[in-house]
C-alpha cells in the first residue's frame, strides 16, 4: 500500500514534467494536424543541408524544426532508389522499382495520399521546381511504370480534383504527340491555367494549374527568381480555404540536378531557395496551428563531403564522390502537430504512414 501511494505521488509529479515540453511547436499536443505540407529537397543530403546552412550565415529556416529524423531510402529492386521509386514511397506507402511511378513492382495501381485526401474532400497541391509531370511531383498523381512517360503523366492530372499546382511542363499538356489539348481540358475542369504567377488574381482562382515554363524550370542561376517561395506562400492561401484542411507537396527539385553535375554552387543556390520556400510553409504554420510540416529529400545526389567553408563568410567548399544518387539515409526535419512521430530512423514509407495515420485514413 505504501508503495503504491509512493508510485502514485511520483506519477503526479513526473507527469506534468512529461507533458510540459511541446516538441512539435503546437499548443495542443494531443490534436493532429488538419493540414499536411510534406517539403522534398530531391537530392538533400545532410552535406547539402549543412552547406545551405553555411551560405546562410548559420540562419536555416529548416533548423526552426524541432524535431528531426532519418530516413532510410532504397527502393524494391535497388539498394540505390532513384526519384520515382522514392516519390512513390512517400505517397503511397509502398516500395516500388526505380523508374516506376506509384505502380507495384507488378504493375498494380497504388492509390496516394494526394488521391485518398481528395476522396475525403481535404484540398490537394503540388508545387515543383521542375517540370509538374517531373518523377517527384508525378509520383502523387500519377501511375505508370514509365517516369519518362510524361504526357501520360498529365493526363493524369485531370483524374484527380487537385486545387493547385504549379511548376514547368506546359508543353506536356499542350504540344503533345496525340495533338489533345490538355489545355482546354482543365479550363473546361475550373482551373485558371497561368504561365505567370502574376496573372493569377487570388480571390478569383478556385482552382490553379500553373505551368510556368515549357519542360523544366531555370535554375536560380538562370533567373527563376522567387518562383518556388512565391508559389509556396499563392498554394497555400488557396488551400487553406478549404475547411476540412488539405494535403500538398512541395519540392525544390534542382538540389538533385546540383549534385548530379558536380556543382556546389548550383546545390547551394537550390538549397537556400528551397529553405525560403521552407520558411514561407513554417511562417503559415506558426499562425495556423493546425499544419505539420515535413521537410525531408528523396536520396542523397552525388556524395557530397563539405571540405571546408567559413559560417562568418557565408563560403563553403565541398567535394564529390559520384555523378549519380548515394544511398545514405537523408535527414527528415518536422514541426507541428503530430512532429513528435517522425523522430529517430524510419523508412521512406513509413513516412507516409505516419501522415496517413495522423490524417485518420
Ligand atoms: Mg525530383
Ligand atoms: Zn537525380
Redesign the pocket.
Known sequence: MKRNLVSFFLLLVITPILFAGDPGGSKKKTKPPKNIILMIG??MGTAQVYAGLTATHDKLNIARCPISGFVKTFSADNYITD?GAGSTAFATGHKTNNGYISVSPAGDKLPTILEIAEKHGLATGLVATSSITHATPAGFIAHTSNRGNMEDIALDFLKTDIDVFIGGGYNDFALRKDSLNLIDSLRTHGYFVARDLKDVDLPLVTRLGALLAAGQMPRMAAGRGNMLPDATEMALKILKRNKKGFFIMIEGSQI?WGG?DNNLDYIVEEMVDFDKAVGKALDFAGKNGETLVIVTADHE?GGLAITGGDMQKGTVTGSFVYKD?TGVMVPLFAYGPGAEKFSGIMDNTDVNKKCMALFGF
Open positions: 530531391d537530392g526519384s538533385d548530379h545526389t544518387h
